[in-house]
Structure formats: C-alpha cells, structure tokens
C-alpha cells in the first residue's frame, strides 16, 4: 500500500478516517472531488482522457448522402417522365440515331454508354434492339433482334445503303480482319480494282461505274470507315470499328449478294437492288440492305 505523504498528516481527523474506511487514497479535499463527480471525472489514479475538443461537430447541420439518395432530375421539356439519368437519355439517342458511337470519336457519348450500358441494354431489349459493345475498340452500336412473331416490328431505321457501298464495305471488313491489329492502307486505285469482277448488264457505261465507286468511297467517309491521309488524299487509312461493326452475319449476307451480284452479267439476270435503274423512279442504284436481302429477312444492319 502506497504511504500517505507528509502533507497528509495536516489533514483533519475525520477526514483521515474517512480515507480509511473507505480505502481512498486520493489526497484531494472533498470539494475538488465533488467538482469531479460533477464534471464526470474519475476520481481514479487512471490516465487523464483526451479532452473533448471536437464535441462542437454534433452542432452541424447535416449533409444528404447523395451516393444513397435518388434526386430526380430536373424535367428536359414539358411532360418529360423519364427514369433515367439526362446522361443516359442522351446515350440511348444516339445509339438509336448512330450507326455506331466510338470512343475515338466521341468520348463523352462513349463515357455515358459504358457508365449506363446496363439499363441501356434493358430498355433496348424491350424494343427487340440489342447493345453490342466492342471494349478493346472503345465502339458501341445497335442491331435488331430476330425472332418469329408477328407482332415484332423492325425499330432501326436508317440512312440507304447503295449495292457499291456493300461490296466496298465487305472488302474494307475482310481487308481489316486478315490484318488483325495492324494498320490499313488503300489507295484510291486499289478500291476501283476491286469492282473489277463486276461484269453484271446494268454498268457497261464505264464512266457511270467509276462514278458509282466514287459515291462508294464517300460514303465509307461519311461513315467513317476510311480516312484520308493528310498527305496524300487518295489513300485511306481502313478504321478497325468496320471490323465490329460488320459482324459475322452481316458479312456472311454481304458476300452471298455480291457473288450473285458479279454473276449476274453471265447469266443475264439482274439482282433486285438494280431493277427499275431509271433517274425518275430512284435516285441512283440505291436500295437498302433490307430490300436486297428480302422483306422478311432479319439479318443485322450495319
């Protein structure tokens, strides 16, 4: 047992009796332990606790958790219902109105594609679309859903692809999967030699053919399928997205139409797509994929 100090025996008789039956060996005077007692003190030999400087944060007003709260967003127009985030709205426009949404080209939109990908492919699904995301390409697009009912309707609608824009688009795709992650090159000239198997009765007018080549090639830039190089504008860089974008189907229903197509000069038939090749009924010898390949047909666009 720890002796009292000296001070100790200038205490009062009562209140080393006190000590002594109660075994406290705190030298203090009452007052001061009372002082403790009511600002919750110990009255122990303990360590002293850390003083309460932070107490005042209990004050604060309080801050929403917006991580676990939904805020609805603010209506885009006037009877605007939409559940999505206007980010997500965003992303699905453009996939519906876009033959595809490339990272290299558009970021922003392809940030938005691979942050909602999930609920897009949902709310795609109920309108039989499906969402094709290429993630070493950075390219996202859209293809119809086939399946038999006669309630189904086809959702894509999109801009007229010509007989000569598939048959380039068909090579380009070959040209870029056989050189797997190397770069494409093509010439101008090299694009003209490969339209040198089609011999069908309809382009026996050269001029008319080079000029239908031509309209060909504009349209892979339109589409962004070829780039020209800065230094030379008849050569073209191949864009690898052909290569995810025309997918195996798709492929596989372009090269059947292209051998009847330079076929057909032999046997004097002529493919559908270039009936009727008359300025005052079409313009040009556009028909969409759809006609070329049947009413009923579901193969994926492209």
């Known amino acids: ?26 030298p203090s005077l009452p007052e001061v ?20 400087e932070f107490a005042g944060f209990d004050d604060l007003p309080t801050v929403a958790n917006r991580a676990a709260t939904h805020t609805p967003n603010a209506p885009r127009f006037d009877g605007d219902v939409s559940e999505l985030p206007d980010r997500a709205c965003w992303a699905l426009q453009n996939l519906l109105t876009r033959r595809y949404i490339s990272g290299d080209r558009q970021p922003q939109l392809w940030s938005w594609v691979a942050e909602y990908q999930d609920v897009l492919r949902g709310r795609l699904s109920e309108l039989d679309l499906r969402l094709r995301i290429v993630d070493e390409l950075q390219v996202a697009f859209v293809e119809q859903a086939g399946y038999d009912s006669r309630w189904g309707r086809k959702i894509l609608k999109r801009e007229t692809i010509h007989t000569y824009d598939a048959i380039l688009a068909l090579h380009l795709a070959k040209y ?20 040198a198997g089609v011999t069908n009765t309809i382009d026996r007018d050269l001029a008319l053919f080079d000029k239908r080549i031509e309209r060909a090639l504009d349209k892979m830039e339109e589409l962004e399928f070829l780039r020209k190089q800065r230094d030379d504008a008849d050569t073209f860089v191949v864009s690898p997205v052909i290569s995810a974008v025309m997918t195996a189907s798709v492929i596989t229903d372009l090269q ?47």
């Open 1 to 26: 047992m720890t002796s009292l100090p000296p001070e100790a025996d200038q205490l009062l008789p009562e209140v080393r009796a006190q000590r002594a039956t109660k075994g406290d060996t705190d």
């Open 33 to 52: 332990r009372a002082q403790r007692a009511t600002k919750g003190a110990p009255e122990s030999d303990a360590a002293p606790t850390t003083p309460d």
């Open 176 to 195: 870029v999967r056989a050189a797997r992650d190397e770069p494409v090159l093509i010439t101008r000239e090299e694009i003209h030699e490969l339209f």
């Open 256 to 302: 059947r139409q292209f051998e009847q197509f330079i076929g057909s000069g032999d046997t004097g038939e002529v493919p559908p797509e270039d009936l009727a090749d008359e300025p005052a009924e079409r313009d040009d010898d556009a028909a969409d994929l759809d006609n070329a390949y049947g009413e009923n047909d579901e193969g994926d666009d492209w």
